[in-house]
Structure formats: structure tokens, C-alpha cells
């Protein structure tokens, strides 16, 4: 059976995670859960030979020398402009052979549980050569409201069709589709037959494949790197993948998985992802906490004491200190620090 082309997408505005993480250093480049950087783990989860082809990883100009830096020399494709996930995978599947079944990762999640992860790779790329478009749903375990939901349909093969996606719900629809059992949060990895997508592109998005098209004839190949023509690819309208093609197509399928997932999306997200102490706490760097549960501080040198405190985070990087509410994380990207590092 042919191998996986494993595809690790590299980006972000960093704001999320500020002040840690930076818009000229986003999350993936980071070593926040563990040794390794995010970008490094993605790149770990698709290191066996026998199941992969070596990855493509995509990224602007920006973060080339990162990827250098942490991963060494790989096959790169550098988008002359960030036009979100959509013209990326599908530049991305124009320079594979039409029968390629991709893998389609964020270079900044978390999964634990990595044999579950590689479990649902091989039954979502069984049917991705059905010719399925797949996505990965995560088994939800609370009523989350910063993630968007599926639907599952009816069954196919071992996962199911998809009725619909949905987008980010509020506590009581969440709870809603917790207690129904057929939703699952969009994980947004994916696994693609290379043709297939960009078929299903051309019909849904036809000036998007248009230009994917010139701007892959365009380019060039110079030892493992790819720039694509830019004067095509700056035509494109930025989209996801999930609204260019996913919530279009009539052969979008989902395949549920328990891998122990998280996107990082924010501090409270990071927080579940570490390991918590006795008392719900997360103490990284000179820490001195005292009656304090559930908080979370990260500090990369000066002394944080905190006293009485409940489900708050405290970060410092350098000269800046976030103080926040867990229920407040979503809005950290807000901030005039983090919009204008």
C-alpha cells in the first residue's frame, strides 16, 4: 500500500499565547509542552518511514529560518503571502501525484495519545483512497465553546459521513451536542486524496484553483524548496479548507478519534495540556503560590508570588506580565501588547 505524504502547516500571528508566544515567534517554534517545540512534535507524530513519505512542510518566508533551525532541511513549500489553509493544501496537492493521499497537520497542536493518533491516520487515509475527503473529529469530553463542531451522518467504512459542520457554539448549545453524542469538534487535521481536493476545489472555487494552478506552474523548484509563482498566488482570496471545499463537497467524511487533543488556541487551553499538581496548579519557573487553585504561571526569570488565588494565569516574558481570569483567555489576542508586539 502506498505511503502517506504527511503535510505540517506552519504559521500564525502568535497573539493567542502572547506574550510568550510572538508575532516574529508563533506558538509552533516554542517549547511549550516539553523539550521540543510544537513544530517538532508535529513533525515527530509522522516520522515512521513505513507509514510516511517524508513531510512537505508549508510556511512563509518569515519562519523559514526556524524551521532550518529546528528541523533541519526539509521539503518546503514558502507561500508569498499567508491566504490561510485552503490555497496552501492545494498548492500542496498540485505538486503530488493525483493518487497521493495527504496528511494534512497544524504544526501547533498537542496530542497525547500518539498510536491513537496514528490508529485514526490509517483508517482516515483508508478512506481517503476511496476517495473520501477526510476530517478528524475529536471525541469532545465537556461542553467546549471555542471549537467548532461535526455532525456525524451516517456510517461509511469506519468512520461516517458528515452532515454538517457548526460553527462555535455557546455554552448551551454545547452542551446540547455533548448530550446528543453525535458531534465531534473539528480537529482540523485532514486527510486528502491530492486529485480528489483539487477537483473538488475547481468546482466549488474555481478562480482559487485557477490561481493555485498558475502559481504552481509558475514556481520553482530549488534543491527541496518550492516558491510558487507570487503574481498568481497573490490573486487568490484567502479561505480555510473547511469553507472553501469541506462544507461544499459531497464526499466529506470524518473519522472520530480519542488521541488526547488540544489546538493551544490560548493559556487555558496550554493549562489543561500540562500537568496540573495536588491542587490544580501549574507552576513553571520562581514560583511561590500559597491557598491558590487551579492557576497557572509561567515565568522566564523575575519571582511570582501569588496568595489566595483561584483559576487565574500569570505569565512573564521579559519586560511583559499578562494577568488574566481562565474564563478570560479568548481575549488575550485582543490586547494593544499583543495586536501590536
Not at 16 to 24: D, F, T
Not at 54 to 77: C, N
Not at 100 to 114: N, Y
Request: charged content about 25%.
Amino acid at each position: 500500500m502506498s505511503k502517506i505524504y504527511p503535510v505540517i502547516l506552519c504559521g500564525g500571528s502568535g497573539t493567542r499565547l502572547w506574550p510568550r508566544s510572538r508575532r516574529v515567534k508563533p506558538k509552533p517554534f516554542l517549547p511549550l509542552l516539553g523539550d521540543r517545540t510544537l513544530f517538532q512534535q508535529a513533525l515527530d507524530r509522522v516520522s515512521n518511514a513505513e507509514l510516511f513519505e517524508a513531510p512537505i512542510v508549508v510556511a512563509g518566508e518569515a519562519h523559514t529560518s526556524f524551521i532550518a533551525e529546528q528541523a533541519g532541511e526539509h521539503r518546503l513549500v514558502v507561500e508569498p503571502a499567508a491566504k490561510n489553509t485552503a490555497p496552501a493544501i492545494a498548492l500542496t496537492a498540485r505538486l503530488l501525484p493525483r493518487d497521493a493521499v495527504m496528511l494534512v497537520c497544524p504544526s501547533d497542536h498537542h496530542i497525547a495519545d500518539e498510536a491513537a493518533f496514528l490508529d485514526g491516520v490509517r483508517t482516515a487515509a483508508s478512506l481517503a483512497r476511496e476517495g473520501y475527503l477526510v476530517s478528524f473529529g475529536i471525541a469532545p469530553d465537556r461542553p467546549a465553546t471555542g471549537y467548532g463542531y461535526i455532525k456525524r451522518g451516517e456510517a461509511v467504512g469506519a468512520g461516517h459521513r458528515i452532515e454538517r459542520f457548526v460553527e462555535k457554539p455557546d455554552m448551551e448549545r454545547a452542551q446540547q451536542f455533548l448530550d446528543d453524542g453525535g458531534f465531534v469538534w473539528n480537529g482540523g487535521i485532514f486527510a486528502f486524496p491530492a486529485g480528489k481536493l483539487l477537483d473538488e476545489l475547481a468546482t466549488h472555487r474555481p478562480d482559487m484553483a485557477e490561481a493555485v494552478e498558475a502559481s504552481a506552474a509558475s514556481g520553482r523548484w530549488v534543491d527541496t524548496r518550492f516558491d510558487p509563482g507570487a503574481a498568481a498566488f497573490a490573486r487568490i482570496a484567502g479561505e480555510s479548507v473547511d469553507f472553501a471545499v469541506m462544507e461544499n463537497t459531497s464526499h466529506a467524511a470524518v473519522v472520530s478519534a480519542d488521541i488526547g487533543w488540544s489546538d493551544i488556541g490560548d493559556w487555558s487551553a496550554l493549562m489543561e495540556a500540562r500537568q496540573v499538581d495536588e491542587d490544580g496548579n501549574v507552576l513553571s519557573g520562581r514560583t511561590d503560590a500559597m491557598d491558590c487553585r487551579g492557576v497557572m504561571v509561567d515565568t522566564d526569570g523575575p519571582r511570582v508570588s501569588i496568595v489566595g488565588l483561584t483559576d487565574v494565569i500569570v505569565v512573564v516574558d521579559g519586560d511583559d506580565i499578562l494577568v488574566l481570569s481562565r474564563d478570560h483567555a479568548q481575549s488575550v489576542g485582543k490586547l494593544d501588547g499583543a495586536a501590536n508586539q
